[in-house]
């Protein structure tokens, strides 16, 4: 039962971090920038939805440099990226064994005044996600 509970608290941790880079949109991903989506550089609504971690919104300021899948570690694999129409999956594989985290992100919207991005996360058997929702502002921010 506590290896259950451990591995509860280490989903909801992957989840909660995998957001908060989503949220953050971090320079730090080493993928090919014309693969991935560009969002519009300025200030963001992205609120995020999870059964781990409730709803959570935050106004984030995005530059140009920001890769919208965030940093990622130094166990993961370059990330796959797959376009399909108007829709882009993003797969990020980190760990291995028991820690092993695979994430599918698919993305949708224009990147310029909204988009949406669906996860789903699978880490030792369990399975779960979020989805966030992004809403541009506006330019008045500075990074």
């Known amino acids: 039962m506590k290896s259950r509970h451990s591995s509860t608290r280490l989903l909801?941790?992957?989840i909660a971090f995998f957001a908060a880079t989503l949220a953050r949109g971090s320079a730090l991903a080493e993928t090919s920038p014309s693969a991935l989506p560009k969002r519009t550089p300025g200030l963001w609504r992205i609120t995020t939805?999870?059964?781990e971690i409730g709803m959570r919104s935050n106004?984030?300021?995005i530059s140009e440099r920001d890769s919208i899948i965030g940093p990622q570690a130094a166990d993961c694999a370059e990330p796959s990226v797959t376009r399909a129409g108007d829709q882009t999956i993003v797969t990020i594989e980190c760990?291995?064994?028991d820690r092993r985290v695979v994430e599918s992100l698919l993305f949708t919207g224009d990147f310029k005044s909204w988009y949406r991005a669906q996860s789903k996360i699978s880490s030792g058997g369990k399975r779960s996600g979020f989805s966030i929702d992004a809403k541009f502002l506006g330019s008045g921010c500075s990074p």
């Open 12 to 14: 909801a941790a992957a």
């Open 49 to 51: 939805l999870s059964p």
């Open 59 to 61: 106004d984030v300021c």
């Open 95 to 97: 760990g291995a064994g």
